[in-house]
């Protein structure tokens, strides 16, 4: 069984940064792309960044510039630093990882993490 946990959610004030982490846990050979989603209240979930196993990163237009994902594969975990936040930044955000486990690639969530962003 494969778990992901995300911690360094909160609430900052605008231009204020945050470090989101995820790390997982379990039996696995590998993991391939990790990225990070978020969900606001109303809206659909989107994808922030996502990053490969090689270190490729892509992220959407409207945190370009200001935030940056990264990720440790010896410890098998992923980051994002959010910098200069918006109050539309606000929303809950998950970790998502596509696991390799005996030889299949399973698609593993966090249980997603509050950030709030006050104007």
């Known amino acids: 069984q494969v778990q992901l946990v995300e911690s360094g959610g909160g609430l900052v004030q605008a231009g204020e940064s945050l470090r989101l982490s995820c790390a997982a846990s379990?039996?696995?050979?590998?993991?391939?792309?990790m990225d990070w989603y978020r969900q606001a209240p109303g809206k659909q979930r989107e994808l922030v960044a996502a990053i490969t196993s090689g270190g490729s990163a892509n992220y959407a237009d409207s945190v370009k510039g200001r935030f940056t994902i990264s990720r440790d594969n010896a410890k098998s975990t992923l980051l994002l630093q959010m910098n200069s936040l918006k109050p539309e930044d606000t929303a809950v955000y998950y970790c998502?990882?596509?696991?390799?486990?005996?030889?299949?690639?399973?698609?593993?969530w966090g249980q997603g993490t509050q950030v709030t962003v006050s104007s």
């Open positions: 998502h990882m596509e696991v390799v486990v005996r030889g299949l690639t399973y698609s593993y």
């Open positions: 379990g039996r696995f050979f590998s993991i391939n792309v």
